[in-house]
């Protein structure tokens, strides 16, 4: 379907010229929507539409034709006398801002804001929010692409041999350079939404996807369909690519954005609109730069085209475009989103790599609104059907509103035939050990590489060897084990695992393990176990490592956990393990009397793990939340119940321990987002001082958002005890209007750690020989810790500097004097 077709007419001796063609980026090969095509030196002409195509008849004779997008720089071509002409328009994208600077008389009043406020006055009518509910048909294509390939990786022979593939089937760029295409998938699911409570629904009908390194088609399938691909922008904030940009429709809107009205009578696709360019008034802010269509009738959004320019305070992505057209149902009710197209541009992260294009493109029909649906219609988020995967091309082809290109259709075999090349596989396989921190070989994959090799002064130099069986070997079963040696205690270490999964309908797996190791019993804290940071965790084995707070470990674990429902978890285990200690430690051992050195421990786990609104996305080998909320992530609160059992396998102390938690990421708009974890806890029993809450220090320089960083390991304990850990990350809002600073798009971010808690006087006579170790209890102040910090050095480094406030005299034999400052670092990969 073409946008609009214009017809003059003239004598009819005149002759008729039939003008059409394509009108596409020349970068990115996208379409470029409502770009004008007109008589050179005329204002005759037409536009063209979502899909970049155009057709205009003529009945003149012309010479040329000019075409001209805001964000483009305008061209034009010649035109023959022949009757029907093809003219595939490239445009190139401006190097300047999407509108120039102009200079208004005195007393102007900017013909676009009396439109805004319209537009946000009848923003909650307009918003598809307002219906009660909605559901449509969908289809979505995604593409991911290699492209911008550096020199020193065309000179390689599996990218020269991939590339000349390409080049024969066609497979190009905007410039007729190959391009490498990496992954390909299509996916028809029925979508349905409600307001009140808020919940979606996905049903995947039938899904297709090739790639080179994407083997799981479970969990390609669910992040392929429409659930991951809505936005909208009468939110005051568009999410994407796990950032908060500001909606150019936000009720702040005279606040972010610049505006220009460009046309008060655009006619697209017959429908009369507002045509309104906008640009942040800030380069560096988490922003769109495009133009938005307003219905004349009812003041909606009938289309838009939102691009995050490469100023933005954003890494490694080079742009964001996304384009979008409402179905127009009727003029008194919500329009729902018919057609959107997203392109990514991830730049070349060296000199030496190549730059990435993802291109989705979604279409939606057969909408139907404000229908009622059972209560348990929304339990389940995603539904894959059985036959989702089957291979059926006339289903596609009966299914796609438009028919695949001969390159697209090549694309899948393309990536097949790559997929073979040697060279590829060990490219994927380094990738994929980056990633996971496992190396895959076969069926074994072995790793995380991170705990390979560590040095402290009990062990000395500790080499580890670690493996876990992969997909590969079993989508069910899962082994597991490792072997270290330290070479200053000449001890081996070694473990061992067996997981099961049972049902993944509702994800069930059962497992058992045993180890024995070096311990420390600060890494026993229910708080570490509730957030277990895996590059603090290999780092705590670096240093000074004091003999008098590590103890030898045999500890044999047994669990059982499955989802009972949407969002809820629950996990039964069992642990028997034995606390050897290399420093003084004695415990009343009840049955005999004595004071004994070693503590075995044998206790019951109960732990119930709740997120609501959250969906879980199931792969071959595991299951993970993700969230589906719309303004603020998903809270996860865990219940954790533990019964410590006497005289069971050896067990010597019986023992009650409840602990809570809840961590929260929000959405704080301008203010970027924050995360906070609260965490509760009560001992109602008498236990040796090791199995009292250890709160979690901090003695490595990694920083460790799960811990208190300027408190030792075993600086304090409780037997109650509430803390909370909060991080804010401002994103640029403070250092994107700093001269010279905002260059360095650094990024500000504030902590603060605060623990409250206290040790019963059963427990503090309980607390022989603790003073040989330097632990103590928390009197009526809060122990209280609060820090700034720079993130996005070179784009990953992140450094804290830290206070403690509190306890800054807290000075023993053991730990020595407290660290009341100290800086931390960090490494992280945020876009």
């Given at each position: ?10 004598p009819?001796?005149?002759q ?22 007109v008589i ?13 195509l ?29 009757a ?16 120039e ?39 979505s ?56 409570p808020?919940?979606?629904r ?13 083997e ?73 730069t ?15 085209k ?5 100023t933005a ?8 475009t996304i ?7 009727k ?25 990435l ?22 339990k ?5 059907a ?13 299914h ?29 396989m ?13 069926n ?19 080499l ?16 597991g ?5 330290g070479?200053?205690?000449q ?25 024995h ?28 490592i ?32 034995s ?50 909320k ?5 809270p ?30 929000l ?9 906070y974890?609260?965490s ?29 960083n ?10 109650k ?25 650094w ?8 623990l ?48 403690r ?7 023993n034999?053991i ?17």
């Open positions: 379907m073409f946008n609009v077709l214009f017809i003059f007419t003239f009819a001796s005149a008729t010229i039939i003008l059409k063609g394509k009108v596409t980026d020349a970068v990115t090969g996208e379409p470029v929507t409502y770009a004008s095509i050179r030196g005329t204002s005759i002409g037409t536009n063209s539409n979502f899909n970049g155009y057709q205009l008849v003529i009945v003149k004779k012309i010479d040329s034709i000019t075409v001209s997008c805001v964000g483009y720089r305008t061209r034009s071509f010649p035109v023959t006398s022949a029907k002409q093809t003219i595939n328009i490239r445009l190139e994208p401006a190097s300047n801002a999407l509108m600077v102009r200079i208004s008389p005195k007393g102007y009043v900017n013909p676009a804001w009396e439109i805004m406020r319209q537009v946000i006055l009848h923003k909650e009518k307009n918003d598809p929010r307002n219906l009660s509910a909605y559901q449509y048909e969908s289809y294509r995604m593409e991911l692409d290699a492209n911008h390939l550096s020199e020193k990786l065309l000179k390689k022979k599996f990218i020269d041999k991939a590339l000349t593939l390409a080049d024969s089937m066609k497979i190009i760029d905007a410039d007729h350079i190959p391009i490498l295409p990496l992954f390909l998938s299509e996916t028809v699911s029925d979508y349905y939404y409600r307001s009140k808020e919940a979606k996905e049903d995947i009908r039938r899904t297709k996807a090739n790639g080179i390194g994407f799981d088609g479970t969990l390609l399938a669910q992040l392929t369909g429409s659930t991951f691909q809505q936005y909208n922008f009468y939110k005051n904030f568009v999410s994407a690519a796990g950032k908060d940009f500001v909606s150019p429709l936000t009720d702040n809107w005279k606040t972010w954005y610049d505006y220009e009205l460009d046309n008060r009578n655009a006619i697209i696709e017959g429908k009369a609109c507002y045509q309104i360019s906008f640009k942040p008034k800030r380069p560096q802010d988490l922003a769109f495009g133009i938005i269509w307003i219905a004349k009738e009812n003041y909606a959004l009938y289309q838009i939102a691009t995050v320019e490469p305070n954003l890494n490694f992505i080079h742009q964001i384009q979008q057209q409402m179905d127009a149902l003029t008194d009710q919500a329009w729902l989103p018919q057609k959107t197209r997203i392109l990514v541009e991830v730049g070349q992260l060296s000199s030496n790599s190549s730059g294009l993802a291109k989705l493109y979604t279409v939606n029909k057969n909408a139907t609104v404000n229908k009622a649906y059972p209560p348990d219609f929304f389940d988020n995603i539904i894959i059985d036959d989702a995967q089957k291979k059926d091309e006339n289903f596609w082809n009966t796609r509103p438009d028919s695949l290109t001969l390159a697209e259709k090549s694309v899948y075999h393309l990536i097949d035939t790559v997929k073979d090349i040697p060279t590829v596989k060990n490219y994927l380094a990738a994929d050990m980056l990633i996971n921190g496992y190396y895959r070989a076969g074994l994959s072995f790793g995380p590489f991170l705990n390979t090799y560590s040095y402290n002064e009990v062990e000395g130099n500790r580890r060897l670690g493996f876990k069986t992969n997909s590969n070997f079993n989508k069910k079963w899962i082994l084990g490792y072997m270290a040696y070479t200053k205690d001890d081996v270490k070694y473990g061992t695992s067996v997981d099961y999964i049972l049902s993944r309908k509702h994800w069930t797996e059962t497992g058992i393990s045993f180890s190791d070096l311990n420390q019993v600060a890494l026993l804290s229910d708080n570490y176990l509730y957030q277990r940071n895996n590059l603090f965790a290999a780092f705590t084995r670096f240093g000074r004091s003999r008098r707070k590590v103890f030898d470990q045999d500890m044999l674990n047994i669990y059982i956990k499955r989802d009972l429902f949407k969002g809820f978890t629950e996990k039964i285990g069992y642990s028997n393990w606390l050897d200690p290399l420093f003084p430690f004695l415990f009343n051992e009840p049955v005999r009397g004595v004071l004994s050195p070693i503590l075995v421990v044998s206790e019951l786990q109960f732990e119930s793990r709740w997120s609501p609104g959250a969906q879980t996305l199931l792969s071959e080998t595991f299951n993970r939340p993700v969230n589906l719309t303004n603020v992530t998903s996860v609160f865990t219940f954790r119940y533990t019964l410590g059992l006497k005289n069971v396998l050896s067990g010597d102390v019986a023992y009650q321990k409840f602990s809570f938690n809840v961590t929260q990421t959405k704080l708009g301008s203010m970027g987002r924050g995360k974890s609260l509760l806890g009560y001992i109602p029993s008498t236990v040796p001082y090791p199995l009292l809450e250890n709160h979690l220090g901090n003695q490595t320089f990694i920083y460790n958002p799960n811990a208190f300027l408190m030792h390991f075993f600086e304090f304990a409780s037997d005890y509430a803390s909370l850990n909060y991080t804010q990350h401002f994103e640029g809002l403070l250092f994107n209007s700093i001269p010279v600073i905002k260059n360095f798009n990024r500000l971010v504030g902590t603060t750690n605060i409250y808690g206290g040790i019963s006087q059963a427990n503090q006579a309980n607390m022989i020989n603790s003073s040989a170790i330097g632990l103590r209890g928390l009197n009526h102040v809060p122990y209280l810790e609060a820090g700034y910090g720079i993130e996005n050095i070179f784009k990953f480094l992140r450094v804290d500097f830290i206070h406030l509190t306890y800054r005299d807290n000075y034999s730990n020595g004097g407290p660290r009341n400052f100290g800086i931390k670092i960090s490494a992280q990969i945020r876009l």
